[in-house]
C-alpha cells in the first residue's frame, strides 16, 4: 500500500531531527527550474500571487533566494520532521520509531507544489508554494500543467514495486483535494482507496476541516504502525474515536465517523 498525503505550509527549522538518516528529493532538477521562476518575482508580486502579507511574501522571496544545492544536514531538514501543520500533529512523525520511518520512507510519499513527490526522510529547503498557485512557467499556466504525468509516474513505480512483491497495488489517497488533482487517476496503475472523516455537529456528520485533516496523519500513523497492506485492515482505524462507518461508505471511498470530538 501506498499512502499519499499533502504538506504544510508552517515548518519547523528550530526542533533538531530525530533521526539522522536522509535521503535527496527526486526530482531537484525541477525544483530549481521553479525557484529561478519565483526568484523572478518580487515581493509585491509573491504577495498577490499567493494572496500572503507583504511579511510573508518577503519571507518566502528570501527563502528562494538562499534556496542552493546541494541539500546537506546543515542547510536542510527531512520533509516529514519539517512540515508542521494539522496532517503532521496527528502525524507525530518525531516520535515514530526508526523502524517506522523506514516503512514510511518506502510507503508514504508527500505531494508538494516545488518537490513534486518527497519521500519521509528527503531533505527539503523550507518554501512556500502551493499546488493550487497559479505560477506560469515555460511548461504551462499553472503547477498542475508543470508537473504534468511526472507524479503519477512516480506513484505508478511505486505501485508496480508493490505488485512486484506480491502485495495489491493499492494507493490510498489521503492528501486533500488541491494536492491530488496533480495525480491522473485513470492513469494510476492500481487500486485507489480513499478516506473521509466525518464528525457529528449541529445534527448531522460533515467534514470538518481541522478535525479531518488531522485524522489524515492519524491514519497515515495506523497505517506505518500496522505495516497495513490490505485495504479491508484499513477499517480497523479507531484513533481518537472514529470508527469505519460501513453505511456511508461507497466501494473504495471509505468512511469513518466520530460523534464526539
Not at 67 to 88: E, H, I
Amino acid at each position: 500500500m501506498i499512502l499519499v498525503i499533502s504538506p504544510a505550509k508552517a515548518l519547523d527549522y528550530e526542533t533538531p531531527p530525530t533521526v539522522p538518516t536522509h535521503t535527496q528529493p527526486a526530482f531537484l532538477d525541477d525544483a530549481a527550474e521553479l525557484i529561478e521562476v519565483l526568484r523572478q518575482r518580487s515581493p509585491a508580486e509573491i504577495a498577490a500571487l499567493m494572496a500572503l502579507s507583504d511579511p510573508l511574501a518577503s519571507l518566502n522571496v528570501a527563502r528562494y533566494a538562499s534556496w542552493s544545492r546541494p541539500f546537506t544536514a546543515a542547510n536542510a531538514k527531512q520533509a516529514v520532521l519539517a512540515f508542521n501543520g494539522d496532517v503532521y500533529e496527528g502525524l507525530s512523525a518525531p516520535t515514530l520509531t526508526a523502524a517506522d520511518l523506514a516503512w514510511a520512507q518506502d510507503h508514504l510519499r508527500i505531494l508538494s507544489g516545488l518537490y513534486g513527490v518527497l519521500r519521509p526522510l528527503d531533505l527539503m529547503q523550507p518554501y512556500r508554494l502551493e499546488m493550487g498557485t497559479r505560477l506560469a512557467t515555460a511548461r504551462g499556466k499553472n503547477l498542475y500543467e508543470f508537473w504534468g504525468a511526472r507524479i503519477t509516474a512516480e506513484l505508478n513505480a511505486l505501485l508496480a514495486r508493490e505488485e512486484a512483491a506480491g502485495r495489491e497495488a493499492v494507493l490510498l489517497n489521503l492528501a486533500s483535494d488541491e494536492y491530488f488533482k496533480s495525480v491522473q487517476p485513470k492513469k494510476l496503475k492500481g487500486r485507489l482507496v480513499s478516506a473521509v472523516f466525518e464528525d457529528w455537529k449541529g445534527g448531522r456528520y460533515k467534514i470538518i476541516s481541522f478535525y479531518a485533516k488531522r485524522a489524515r496523519g492519524l491514519m497515515s500513523r495506523y497505517v506505518i504502525e500496522q505495516r497495513i497492506d490490505e485495504v479491508e485492515a484499513l477499517k480497523g482505524f479507531d484513533r481518537e474515536g472514529y470508527a469505519f462507518a460501513a453505511e456511508a461508505s461507497d466501494g473504495d471511498t471509505l468512511v469513518f465517523r466520530r460523534r464526539e470530538a
